[in-house]
């Protein structure tokens, strides 16, 4: 098996124990219907989304740039998955343990790591359920050209904002189905554009999705911050009360199949209630 990041894989049989490190094994596993053995982002493990609160998940320390290598070994996984960009170092230390590492670049690339995951783990009947029902949904909301213009931004992670470029898997999304007017952040960004209240006016998006990383918990809220900015106040979306906070649970942090499903199920029935009047894909969202 090659990875998508072209590294070899191999495991001596499927795979039942799996440490996930990113949130695009999480997507991937709740698509298989195979609960990660261990994980860092608990609140994306526990999300209804995935696997919902009573998950027997072990959840790891340490964050997901630095997880707890200690941690995932003590899991006794036949399988680690993690992200091409952040955990290419860490087959090291994980003693003989197969790494899988994703990197979801292009919109079939969500199928193309499904599928290899659904490989690795004895799960292709499963996969091939999960994809039909991918597509058939992004079918159902019809993508095209449509006039009115979205955004979605985050911030809390450091004193900067920054949206999802055109190159990031949620902007490439969203610009299939709305209006995305946001350039491309380039190659090695992974797809975040940091700029400034000043361009985000220029633009003036119609509604705005933001996603607050809430790094520091002794400052106030993402939206707190912002709407103390006079540009801010500024913009239709908040004149028109159609500023919505993004779910941390999941958004931001997933390219595969199901996460792409709720971001289209959250975006476009709100932005276009007379085309959508109702979500799709029949996944539950919220909490």
Not at 177 to 188: C, F, I, L, V
Request: proline share 7%; charged share 20%; net charge negative.
């Amino acid at each position: 098996m090659t990875d998508l990041t072209g590294r070899e894989v191999s495991v001596p049989k499927p795979a039942t124990r799996v440490v996930c490190l990113d949130g695009s094994c999480i997507d991937a596993l709740a698509e298989l219907g195979l609960q990660p053995v261990a994980s860092v982002q608990w609140d994306q493990v526990t999300s209804p989304l995935f696997f919902g609160p009573d998950v027997s998940t072990t959840k790891l320390g340490g964050t997901f740039f630095e997880p707890d290598i200690e941690g995932v070994v003590a899991a006794n996984p036949e399988l680690v998955i993690g992200s091409g960009g952040v955990h290419v170092e860490l087959g090291k230390a994980l003693g003989g343990v197969p790494l899988y590492l994703n990197r979801i670049a292009t919109d079939e690339a969500a199928v193309d790591n499904l599928r290899n995951i659904a490989e690795l783990t004895g799960r292709r009947e499963q996969a091939d359920a999960a994809i039909e029902k991918y597509r058939a949904t992004l079918a159902a909301y019809k993508p095209g050209s449509r006039p009115t213009s979205a955004l979605s931004m985050y911030g809390g992670a450091t004193d900067d904002i920054g949206v999802d470029a055109l190159d990031s898997a949620t902007g490439r999304l969203l610009a299939r189905y709305t209006n995305y007017p946001w350039p491309n952040a380039g190659e090695g960004q992974s797809g975040f554009l940091e700029i400034g209240l000043e361009s985000i006016l220029k633009q003036d998006p119609a509604y705005i999705w933001v996603l607050d990383f809430g790094f520091d918990p002794k400052k106030k809220p993402l939206l707190e911050q912002l709407a103390a900015q006079p540009l801010w106040k500024r913009l239709s979306a908040v004149k028109n009360g159609q500023v919505y906070a993004a779910d941390s649970a999941w958004w931001g942090t997933t390219s595969g199949t199901r996460g792409q499903q709720a971001v289209l199920d959250t975006v476009l029935p709100v932005m276009y209630p007379d085309e959508f009047p109702k979500p799709l894909s029949g996944l539950p969202l919220g909490r």
